[in-house]
């Protein structure tokens, strides 16, 4: 699917370790499985699919969630990372077991400087959900 984004989002560096995209990924559903219900995490990949940056967004007030479901402009805040205003193309699965298998849902190897981004969601006290975003 496309999904044009109107403002960024924003993350703060999470204490993952960002060394390989496997053991990085490993990390990340780990780290997950004790947040809150809303929290995410998102990598940064380059072209070659290798990790550098890891994000943290803690999970949003009710003030936030109403702000994002009513599609309002959220106030801007400090933060080390961001995917930016743009178009991406957008898959949503189920985390699976490693990061090799999430290669599948790449359609190719980006062959230019656009990044891909990996984000977790939390979405409840059992399901993570993953999404890969390619910018266009």
């Known amino acids: 699917m496309k999904v044009h984004l109107n403002q960024e989002i ?4 999470a204490e993952i370790a960002v060394s390989t995209t496997e053991q990085t990924y490993q990390e990340m559903l ?12 998102c990598i940064a990949l380059s072209s070659t699919l290798q990790p550098l940056f890891c994000g943290v967004q803690e999970s949003p007030d009710e003030a936030t969630r109403s ?16 995917i930016g205003i743009g178009t991406y193309t957008v898959s949503q699965f189920a985390p699976p077991r490693t990061f090799e298998e999430i290669k599948q849902y790449i359609p190719h190897l980006i062959a230019d400087p656009n990044r891909v981004h990996l984000r977790l969601i939390k979405e409840n006290a059992l399901t993570i959900i993953a999404q890969i975003w390619i910018s266009n």
């Open 10 to 13: 924003a993350y703060q560096e």
């Open 30 to 41: 780990a780290f997950l499985d004790k947040q809150d219900v809303g929290t995410e995490l």
């Open 67 to 82: 702000a994002v479901e009513q599609a309002l402009e959220l106030p801007k805040v400090d933060s080390a990372y961001q």
